[in-house]
């Protein structure tokens, strides 16, 4: 067994003990923090393994959460059989379908355009009987877990709840893993160092990106899916650009292309939310500083730090 | 030995948390009543007036609620929607409040009305109109110390059709509050046989009103029905005298159009009518007593917010009087709130079935920088409750 | 829809079009030139507004705000682009858009600790403040047909700046192949900072304009970031001219769209901009 899996089991083991203190509202904290972890790993499966910098990943999530409200009736339990499938399949739809305009462009376009269309997202949710106004609507009733009258466990309880989305963490994590090992997730990674080679080598790569848009779609979709449980409520807002922007951080917060990386940037991100806000009514000014001061003085994220340490130990920091 | 163990770890558990800056140690012996509302954004100004009358009470009554000293936790809801779960969450089960207060905003106090269902938490609304809150989404635990969006519209749309006033034009922005005050103005004016030609509505909270009037102006009705609050409430009705619209055809609306937006609208704002539940020249003893001492406390003049504010804390000392004190004892403290009868500066009023004021409706104009009262609307108006199972 | 009334919606479309053309303007200048995606662009509307509202609180006057603000966004706009965006130049988009993001975040805050959070008016200055009888009962309120006016004028100094000035010279040359402007011995980073400058005077100058229009109030930049961005892919990335025209089109399907489809309202601009992406990828007005 080698160190860097003993350190992965060891947080896994951490990160399950949270439930057994009894203090529900860290717990949530908690497991709002693991939903926005696998919501920062889908969208990494798009910027750091494809080099594709969405600015509208919260579309995907939002879909799936307004999937979940309004496919559930309104003063019964929906079948979560039925609806995690259903939820996450739409954003995925939803995904493939935007890809087809905006994989069209590249680089800033693909920025802007990305931002535009899940602006639209916003306002269909906003605007439409679709969505329920500025206000939101609720999810009245958890779904249910129901096999054919077996209730292997409950959503409505806190504890099963937390377990289950990490659950769902580790399995994003190792779909994701897989996936990058497989020759599909070799063509990403060759897209992102090169396109025109991997064209010229025969790959059909708008295929490829149109299917890791619509993969990111979908896992992004699952986050949506949780949150919603977790809530019990939507919103537009949960669409909205500042929400794109966020999971963007997460990622260039843990080091892009690293699937560790992106959970961890959740953990700094929400850590960070929380700790500066109970200094400052003002914390958007101290995150926004962080920020600009990560850009100009980290460039690489929080992952190439442990490497800089490194090299500034071996005394080799300088000739890079 | 077990008992001492549990102590032992109480202790410890205590310790550490306190030393995590994570509960606060003190305050067993105080009831414990938390402020969720808007410290921050556009409604900011109306959780300070809220939270000023609340503690305006508390201070008359010897800085106590039902023989019990009062220790707050207050948490800036900033109108946002998104975050309403997670912060009604840090007051309820991160400190553990006995009595939840909040807040303006209708999307945020739904969020909070559904924590405090599933924690069992009392919870006051001083401000947030949204008809579910003392309808569907009714609950024994649930209280509003102010209004319900369907109440004064209700009430205009009375007075419009009285007037003889047959065709209408609504303009709202397309949020709860709005619709819902629109839906209550349209259900009493088409009863009286009115019409409305058309409803206009717009994204909260957008002010670009100009493609609306040259609507209006095309359409030539009798009068104009709007809801809007704050500083695009004074917008548009400066933007409407500025394109001509107010010589011909007359605005009327829910008070939020003029409540604290007078100096604002300047002239634009005169002569245009209004209903709520409070005014500025209510001939009242207590209305006076409580307007002087507010002035002193806080150097500015009471609103409507203060006032629904100051009555959330009647409410809750109704309840905690009524149970000695004892905030644990719930369900006494609950049956306390229900049989209250309120001496609020708007006027006495009691509570229905569902929690929400019956109150008398007053009808007021603009005239000399204040909403004088004309007449009593509609009196002992109580808001039908759909949907309300208890 | 009358005829009457037809007439004063497209003044309304016009009015609201060219507005966005200001701000629209220097976010395609800075993008096409500098290769800058700039995400702290609708900020600068936004700190305009307040810019307005605070000198014209201060001075009596939204000419003298005006006359006072257009300085000091310009130098503001210059030390910007020393301070942090010159050393974006070569990094990545990713990196720009996370710089900017934080920016908002910083501009935000810090007008929140400034000038609070309440929502503003500003006064029309008196001499613009009257209407225009257009129908029996409506009138035209004059200061958006001088805003609509001033638009022009700048459009039109704009074209004049870009195709008749050895700066405009630079700045074209600039948009096509940046190593040859240096090879001509140009000044390249100077030209960056004179039209960043000018990027955040545009924008800022849109805000104090539309300043008594919108009110003033919290977080106004973002709408206008967001439109703004539709407005650049439509019209293609550096090109000002394909920014004047798709702001027009902005301007005329949010209106309309406002009046026509109020249920759909919000999504319309958005729906062009998915019917152009179809039609023309790089924007309609993108050569080559």
Same mark, same amino acid.
């Given at each position: ?81 039925? /609806? ?114 991997? %064209? ?121 | ?65 039902? &023989? ?73 635990? /649930? ?63 957008? /002010? ?105 804390? %009647? ?76 | ?129 009257g209407s225009i009888q257009l129908s029996e009962v409506l009138s035209y309120p004059v200061y958006r047909l001088v805003i609509s006016g001033v638009c022009i004028v ?40 004179? /039209? ?78 998915? &019917? ?13």
């Amino acid at each position: 067994m080698n160190a860097q899996l003993l350190l992965k089991l060891v947080a896994l083991g951490i990160l399950a003990c949270v439930p057994l203190t009894g203090e529900s509202f860290y717990t949530e904290l908690i497991a709002k923090t693991l939903v926005l972890a696998i919501f920062a790993m889908s969208l990494d499966l798009l910027v750091g393994f494809t080099g594709l910098v969405s600015f509208g990943h919260a579309a995907y999530f939002g879909v799936a959460a307004y999937a979940v409200a309004q496919l559930s009736p309104k003063y019964e339990a929906a079948s979560l059989w039925f /609806v995690l499938p259903a939820s996450v399949g739409l954003s995925a739809l939803v995904a493939l379908f935007v890809g087809l305009f905006v994989l069209r462009t590249k680089g800033i376009y693909f920025i802007m355009v990305t931002l535009a269309f899940a602006q639209l997202a916003f306002f269909v949710f906003h605007d439409t009987p679709l969505g329920g106004g500025s206000d939101g609507i609720y999810l009245n009733v958890k779904p249910t877990a129901e096999i054919a009258g077996w209730v292997p466990f409950d959503l409505d309880n806190q504890q099963h709840l937390y377990y289950f989305i990490l659950a769902m963490l580790v399995a994003v994590y190792a779909f994701l893993s897989r996936i990058l090992q497989s020759p599909f997730g070799r063509v990403l990674v060759g897209i992102k160092s090169n396109e025109h080679r991997m %064209q010229s080598m025969g790959y059909m790569t708008f295929r490829y990106k149109l299917a890791a848009f619509a993969l990111a779609g979908g896992l992004g979709g699952i986050a949506g899916f949780l949150y919603a449980v977790v809530f019990g409520f939507v919103t537009p807002e949960l669409l909205s650009w500042h929400q794109s922007g966020n999971v963007l951080l997460m990622v260039i917060l843990g080091g892009m292309g690293n699937l560790v990386g992106a959970i961890a940037g959740a953990f700094l991100f929400t850590g960070m939310q929380e700790v500066f806000a109970t200094w400052t009514k003002h914390w958007q000014l101290v995150m926004g500083s962080v920020i600009v001061a990560a850009v100009l003085f980290l460039p690489g994220g929080l992952a190439a730090i442990p490497g800089r340490i490194k090299r500034s130990l071996q005394g080799g920091g300088s000739n890079e | 030995m077990t008992t001492t163990f549990k102590h032992i770890r109480n202790i410890a558990l205590a310790t550490a948390f306190a030393a995590a800056g994570l509960t606060s140690a003190q305050a067993a012996d105080k009831v414990k009543v938390g402020f969720m509302l808007p410290y921050t954004g556009t409604y900011a100004s109306l959780g300070n007036a809220i939270t000023n009358g609340f503690k305006q009470y508390v201070a008359e009554n010897g800085g106590k609620l039902g &023989g019990r000293e009062i220790e707050y936790y207050t948490v800036d809801d900033e109108s946002d929607p998104a975050k309403a779960t997670e912060n009604a969450n840090k007051l309820v089960k991160r400190d553990k409040v006995d009595l939840l207060v909040g807040t303006v905003h209708s999307g945020v106090a739904l969020a909070m009305a559904k924590v405090a269902r599933e924690n069992k938490t009392l919870l006051i609304v001083p401000n947030a109109g949204a008809d579910e809150i003392t309808g569907p989404l009714c609950a024994p635990n /649930v209280f509003r110390s102010s209004f319900s969006a369907w109440q004064p519209s209700y009430a205009m749309g009375e007075v419009m059709a009285k007037k003889g006033i047959k065709k209408v034009v609504t303009v709202t922005w397309k949020y709860s509050f709005g619709l819902q005050s629109v839906e209550g103005f349209k259900e009493a004016f088409s009863k009286a046989g009115g019409k409305v030609e058309k409803d206009m509505t717009l994204p909260f909270p957008n /002010v670009e009103f100009q493609p609306f009037l040259t609507e209006i102006a095309s359409i030539k009705p009798d009068a104009v029905f709007v809801f809007f609050a704050g500083a695009g409430a004074a917008k548009f009705v400066k933007d409407y005298a500025a394109a001509g619209l107010n010589k011909t055809i007359p605005l009327y609306g829910p008070g939020f159009l003029t409540d604290g937006n007078l100096d604002a609208m300047g002239d634009a704002g005169k002569g245009v009518q209004t209903t709520l539940h409070y005014a500025d020249s209510l001939d009242n003893p207590k209305d006076k007593s409580f307007r002087l001492a507010y002035v002193k406390a806080y150097k500015q003049q009471p609103d409507v917010y203060a006032v629904q504010g100051y009555d959330a804390a %009647q409410l809750y000392q109704a309840g905690l009087a009524a149970a000695g004190g004892d905030a644990s004892k719930q369900d006494v403290v609950i049956k306390g709130m229900e049989a209250a009868k309120i001496d609020s500066p708007r006027g006495a009023f009691t509570l229905s079935k569902a929690h929400n004021p019956v109150q008398d409706i007053y009808l007021r104009e603009v005239q000399g920088g204040q909403n004088k009262v004309i007449s009593t609307a509609v009196k002992s108006l109580a808001d039908p409750a759909r949907g309300c199972k208890l | 829809m009358d005829f009457a009334s037809f007439l004063i919606q497209t003044l309304n479309s016009l009015q609201y079009g060219l507005l966005l053309f200001l701000v629209a303007s220097g976010l395609t200048l800075v993008f096409g030139i500098m290769g800058i995606i700039n995400l702290a662009h609708g900020s600068f509307y936004m700190i305009g507004a307040y810019l307005a509202f605070v000198l014209a609180s201060a001075t009596g006057s939204l000419f003298m705000a005006i006359l006072l603000g257009i300085p000091l966004a310009l130098i503001f706009g210059a030390f910007l682009e020393w301070a942090l965006f010159a050393h974006l130049y070569k990094r990545d988009h990713l990196e720009q858009v996370l710089l900017t993001f934080g920016l908002i975040l910083i501009f935000e805050e810090l007008r929140s600790l400034l000038v609070g959070d309440e929502v503003h008016g500003v006064d029309i200055p008196a001499m613009f403040s009257g209407s225009i009888q257009l129908s029996e009962v409506l009138s035209y309120p004059v200061y958006r047909l001088v805003i609509s006016g001033v638009c022009i004028v700048l459009a039109v100094a704009l074209y004049f700046v870009i195709q008749r000035t050895r700066l405009g010279m630079m700045i074209r040359a600039g948009n096509h192949d940046r190593t040859m402007v240096e090879a001509l011995g140009i000044n390249i980073n100077m030209i960056y900072r004179v /039209v960043f400058a000018l990027g955040v005077a545009l924008a800022a100058l849109a805000g104090m304009l539309a300043s008594p229009i919108s009110s003033v109030f919290p977080n106004m930049g973002s709408h206008v970031l967001i439109i703004s961005f539709v407005i650049v892919v439509i019209g293609g990335i550096g090109s000002v001219w394909g920014a004047l025209a798709a702001a027009l089109i902005v301007g005329f399907a949010d209106t309309f769209g406002k009046v026509l489809l109020p249920e759909l309202s919000g999504m319309v601009v958005y729906i062009v901009m998915a &019917g152009v992406l179809l039609w023309r990828p790089e924007g309609i007005f993108k050569k080559g």
